[in-house]
T-cell receptor, first 114, second 111 residues
Framework: NAGVTQTPKFQVLKTGQSMTLQCAQD?????MSWYRQDPGMGLRLIHY???????DQGEVPNGYNVSRSTTEDFPLRLLSAAPSQTSVYFC?????????????FGPGTRLTVT | DAKTTQPPSMDCAEGRAANLPCNHS???????VYWYRQIHSQGPQYIIH???NNETNEMASLIITEDRKSSTLILPHATLRDTAVYYC????????????FGTGTRLKVLA
């Protein structure tokens, strides 16, 4: 199993550009989520999904869109990049319910917006 | 969703037990307590979780108070590699299923 994969690892954008951060998992997890982590801060939940076709907002959803057309993939779209979106973005997945549903995290995408 | 409160930082001598506290006074009956850690800028790593009983695995022990309003993560013999930020999270097994991370405790293990 590859686990949770994220691409790209690094990205530099100019203000106003748009892009999609990719996230994929091969563990058949229902739950997937996106976090951002600013320097010296904790992780903040952007969006999450409890299954294909179902997404919901987290703590800081503004400026980001998501969709979940398959169980495996959960892309995050930045609509019009702003310097305030400079951050490290982590994708994670887990089983939805039951007693054992730890989250598995990807390696992160480091985004700089100039 | 229940919120958690953790001290911002702690130090621990190498080889000694590290006891990391977490307050979750508004936890509800169907919410589990999870602990994760983040080393440098890597993705967080699962450590342990529990509902109301104490739990132990190869990494750590989790002690949950009887009223479930607080818990303590215990690293029995801390090493320099345990230096990390430790996050305590409460997560429901129904409803929204959201994982909300707080600011965590920055543990520094001293040689």
């Amino acid at each position: 199993n590859a686990g949770v994969t994220q691409t790209p690892k690094f990205q530099v954008l100019k203000t106003g550009q748009s892009m999609t951060l990719q996230c994929a998992q091969d563990m058949n997890h229902e739950y997937m989520s996106w976090y951002r982590q600013d320097p010296g801060m904790g992780l903040r939940l952007i969006h999450y999904s409890v299954g294909a076709g179902i997404t919901d907002q987290g703590e800081v959803p503004n400026g980001y869109n998501v969709s979940r057309s398959t169980t495996e993939d959960f892309p995050l779209r930045l609509l019009s990049a702003a310097p305030s979106q400079t951050s490290v973005y982590f994708c994670a997945s887990s089983y939805l319910s039951g007693n054992y549903n730890e989250q598995y995290f990807g390696p992160g995408t480091r985004l700089t917006v100039t | 969703d229940a919120k958690t409160t953790q001290p911002p930082s702690m130090d621990c001598a190498e080889g000694r037990a590290a006891n990391l506290p977490c307050n979750h006074s508004t936890i509800s009956g169907n919410e589990y307590v999870y602990w994760y850690r983040q080393i440098h800028s890597q993705g967080p790593q699962y450590i342990i979780h529990g509902l109301k009983n104490n739990e132990t695995n190869e990494m750590a022990s989790l002690i949950i108070t009887e009223d479930r309003k607080s818990s303590t993560l215990i690293l029995p013999h801390a090493t320099l590699r345990d230096t990390a930020v430790y996050y305590c999270i409460v997560r429901s097994t129904s409803g929204t299923y959201k994982y909300i991370f707080g600011t965590g405790t920055r543990l520094k293990v001293l040689a």
